[in-house]
Nanobody, 123 residues
């Protein structure tokens, strides 16, 4: 089992920045792909970004490319999502995910989910 706990969400104005963190505990010795998803009110959950175990490969959904950066620090069992140039349409609950196998620009295989952290971007 792996437990994932997100932090760093909050309220920010359009054009602002936030950095989300996801701390993993439990069976962290396994080489997980890590990623972020988000779900806005009334919408389906959407894949945002993923990073490989070594941190050498990343992918992003088109709407966040050039604005968001995913990274990880395996020594700290933590994955980050740096979000810049935020827009009101980025408002959502952001959830951390851990999984296995390859990922694409639209999805990744998920074995574990975090509880989520709210990000609200005001116009």
């Amino acid at each position: 089992q792996v437990q994932l706990v997100e932090s760093g969400g909050g309220l920010v104005q359009t054009g602002g920045s936030l950095r989300l963190s996801c701390a993993a505990s439990g069976r962290t010795s396994i080489s997980y792909t890590m990623g972020w998803f988000r779900q806005a009110p009334g919408k389906e959950r959407e894949f945002v970004a993923a990073v490989s175990w070594a941190g050498t490969s990343t992918t992003y959904t088109d709407s966040v490319k050039g604005r968001f950066t995913i990274s990880r620090a395996n020594a700290k069992n933590t994955v980050y999502l740096q979000m810049n140039s935020l827009k009101p349409e980025d408002t959502a609950v952001y959830s951390c995910a851990a999984g296995f196998g390859p990922f694409t620009t639209t999805s990744m295989s998920v074995a574990y989910w975090g509880q989520g952290t709210q990000v609200t971007v005001s116009s």
